[in-house]
């Protein structure tokens, strides 16, 4: 099956700065990458998601890129905010029709910004 | 409001006893989730259903069973919890031919 890597486990940046979180994954068959965005107590919640027939996509401060030949994709957050500390994950998903989507989640990458 | 409910939402419980952690969703998806997660740390599927009478198990050997007897519900039982249960316990649908995964608020497990 599908394994995702995600790399770093913890990352901390000044306020202003901007930070870049990396995810690689296995079968060329993952056509969906999603990222989610989890607060301290908080559920998971999609921030941005990218297909695998385009190879960037922005909204505002967050981009994400996707290198499908080496397999990887990668969370990119500008002019970092206080509110940007999370712990943020990664996932690839097979999206076969009907009944396809199944997720395979990195393991997660605590954000820290610092004021 | 279309959303995905559990309950309860904190529970503390002694050790042997049985427990049901509640899951409801109201946007009619067919495909639901239970993941097990420490603080901040990964997600580790326990349980998936594509739909009514269907119930598989995860990539993480769980103790506890599901159901699916309703396309809104996907209870998750514990029939002897142990401290090492100690989680919090996150329900997610999806729907059949969608993409965003939707995350209920999690039920926090202490098992004592």
């Known amino acids: 099956g599908e394994n995702v890597e995600q790399h770093p486990s913890t990352l901390s940046v000044q306020e202003g700065d901007s930070a870049v979180i990396k995810c690689t994954y296995s079968?060329?068959?993952?056509?969906?990458f999603p990222w989610y965005k989890q607060e301290l107590g908080k559920r998971p919640q999609l921030i941005i998601d990218i297909r695998s027939n385009v190879g960037e996509k922005k909204d505002q401060r967050i981009a994400v890129t996707l290198n499908k030949t080496a397999k990887h994709f990668s969370l990119h957050i500008t002019e970092t905010q206080p509110e940007d500390s999370a712990v943020y994950f990664c996932?690839?998903?097979?999206?076969?029709?009907?009944?396809?989507?199944?997720?395979?989640f990195g393991t997660g990458t605590s954000l820290t910004v610092i004021p | 409001e279309a959303d995905i409910y559990q309950t309860p939402r904190y529970l503390v419980i002694g050790t042997g006893k049985k427990i049901t952690l509640e899951c409801s969703q109201t946007m009619g998806h067919d495909k639901m989730y239970w993941y097990q997660q420490d603080p901040g740390m990964e997600l580790h599927l326990i349980h998936y259903?594509?739909?009514?009478?269907?119930?598989e198990k995860g990539d993480l050997s769980s103790e506890s069973t599901v159901s699916r007897i309703r396309t809104e519900h996907f209870p998750l039982t514990l029939e002897s919890a142990r401290p090492s249960h100690t989680s919090q316990y996150l329900c997610a649908s999806i729907s059949g031919w969608g993409n965003t995964i939707y995350f209920g608020e999690g039920s926090w497990l202490t098992v004592v």
């Open positions: 259903s594509y739909g009514v009478n269907s119930t």
């Open positions: 079968d060329s068959a993952s056509n969906y």
């Open positions: 996932a690839a998903s097979i999206s076969a029709g009907y009944t396809g989507n199944q997720f395979y």
